[in-house]
């Protein structure tokens, strides 16, 4: 079961964006990953460190897991997987994991529209939000608000906080869709996909202002 996992890591996007970042890089979901597997925490140690580095003499990081909390696994370098985290009060939390302290979390392919409906929020100092509305037939109607740099006082102050936003229609495919707000590949396009408890969101960075994103995990407020 495992290996099918692992597999299911490969699986290549319907988008068009870069390519894969460098092995020890590991900072949430960008546009460059390819594929994405959720995971729980395993029984084993009661705290699972983040790890700096995908080696074994890697740093611990202070964030850790317990049992049963889940990730998305965004790729892998040798035995240990770019696991992304967001929790209840919204704070987002990136690192690597071994991955035998892992056990995978079925993915649900078959799922109904309704549940997808919802408002959807990721990390709380992006202010990403993402709102889903529409019926059992039609397609979903999304819109979507983010911004970058307003957890600075000084861009506060200055006027300098960047925004973005999403809006689109679009059916899904199962647990999976596509979005875009136009045929250009300058224009916001995005892919989403509900894992575990998340919705996970890749845009390809063209959905606002500079340096703003709706890439991550998000959790339903409602």
Request: with cysteine; charged share 20%.
């Amino acid at each position: 079961m495992m290996r099918a996992f692992l597999a299911g890591i490969a699986l290549a996007s319907s988008l068009a964006f870069p390519a894969l970042a460098a092995d020890d890089e590991c900072q949430g979901i960008f546009s460059r990953d390819t594929g994405f597997a959720a995971a729980e925490v395993g029984p084993g140690a009661a705290r699972l460190n983040f790890l700096d580095s995908p080696r074994a003499n890697s740093t611990q990081a202070q964030a850790f897991l317990v049992p049963g909390d889940v990730v998305v696994i965004s790729r892998l370098a040798g035995g240990y997987g770019c696991a992304s985290y967001l929790n209840t009060r919204g704070q987002a939390t990136t690192g690597w994991l071994p991955m035998d302290a892992l056990r995978p979390v079925l993915e649900q392919r078959k799922v109904a529209p309704a549940r997808w409906v919802g408002t959807w929020r990721g990390n709380r100092g992006l202010d990403q939000e993402v709102r889903i509305a529409g019926g059992d037939t039609g397609p979903l109607h999304i819109t979507g608000s983010a911004s970058w740099g307003r957890m600075d006082p000084d861009r506060v102050s200055r006027g300098a906080v960047n925004a973005g936003s999403l809006q689109a229609d679009a059916r899904p495919h199962g647990n999976a869709l596509s979005l875009a707000e136009g045929d250009d590949e300058l224009e916001c396009h995005a892919r989403m996909l509900l894992l575990g408890p998340y919705l996970v969101v890749q845009d390809n960075l063209r959905c606002g202002g500079m340096n703003v994103t709706f890439s991550g995990l998000y959790r339903r407020a409602s």
